[in-house]
């Protein structure tokens, strides 16, 4: 028997990436696709993991504070994750 995997999830993934495109406006200099990529991949690595399979059943569990706080949470990785690409930029060009 082999089991299926496919339905894993880490539950800030959706969150991490529609904030990033949101706040790509704000960041012209880093809207590329590579860019934006390793801004979502530092503001994940930021945040506590968590697998879900279906983000329905979780986020019916979680309180209106629970919510909350985990929009915080995302919103404050994803500033700090464009704030470091953009020094890490900076820091590239001097070179």
Partial sequence: MSADFTSIQNFHERAVFEAV???AK???QLATSELLADIAC???NRLP???IRHEVD???YLTDKERAA???MVADAVQFAFE???ARKAMKARA
């Fill in 49 to 51: 993991p968590r697998y």
């Fill in 70 to 72: 985990n929009a915080r």
């Fill in 58 to 60: 979780f986020a019916f």
């Fill in 26 to 28: 704000r960041f012209p």
């Fill in 84 to 86: 470091f690409v953009q």
């Fill in 21 to 23: 495109e949101a706040r």
């Fill in 42 to 44: 530092v503001a994940l």
